[in-house]
Structures are given as structure tokens and as C-alpha cells.
């Protein structure tokens, strides 16, 4: 039979500030408007700097940004596969484990520092860590 651990699972969960899903989910979108769909942007109503930047960069600069936009994707994916395992190494529940692993893949750094920040204090506290 299997034994029953004695400490109870872990169901701690934090949200970034708004703030950090509005400017980097924000910035994304118009990350993907500049490498894929840059017909989709009002340049003129942007004003002269930020709509002729963001024109000079989806005229010249598309391939380069398309790398880059995958890149960052794929960094997102990797943020939150490592959020998954420092819930799996915590022991949390199932909940608090698909949401920081889902939290932490939309919004990436800022999720990931409140997780690993709890990390290190349930290692602090003495807490048994995997």
C-alpha cells in the first residue's frame, strides 16, 4: 500500500500585477502585427515615430522578426515546462500546478519569479523539496 505523505500538497498561487499582462501580452500582439500581419496596423494613426518605426521594422526587418517572434514563443513554452517542474517539485496540487504552469506560459518572467520566489522561501522554511 502506498504511504501517505505527512506533509499536506502545496496550493499556493499568485497573479503578476496587471500591468505585466497588459504591457507583455500587449507587446506580443503587436510583436505578431509587425512580423505577420503588418497590414493590420494603422501606421499613420500612430504618429511619425512609433508608426514609422514600427513600419520601417515590418518593411525591412520581417524575416528577422519572425525568428525572433518564434523564438520568444518558444521561450514562453520553456518558462512554463519549467513552471511545471517546480510545482511538480513542491508537491503542489494539480490545480495550483496547471495554473501556474498556464499563467506562466501567457505572461512569462513576472509568473515565474513569484513561483520561484516561493521556492526559495518553502526552502527556507525547511520545507522537503524534491
Known sequence: MAEKSSTPPDNHFRVPSLLWFLLLNGGLVVYYLVAFRPDLIPYSCLGSFIGGFLSLLANDYRTPLRYGFGVSMFLHVAEGVYAYSIC???????LATALWSIQTFIVG???LRLLRRHRNHCQLMGK???
Not at 511538480?88 to 494539480?94: H, S
Open 88 to 94: 511538480r517539485e513542491l508537491k503542489m496540487t494539480t
Open 109 to 111: 518572467f513576472p509568473s
Open 128 to 130: 522537503k523539496v524534491r
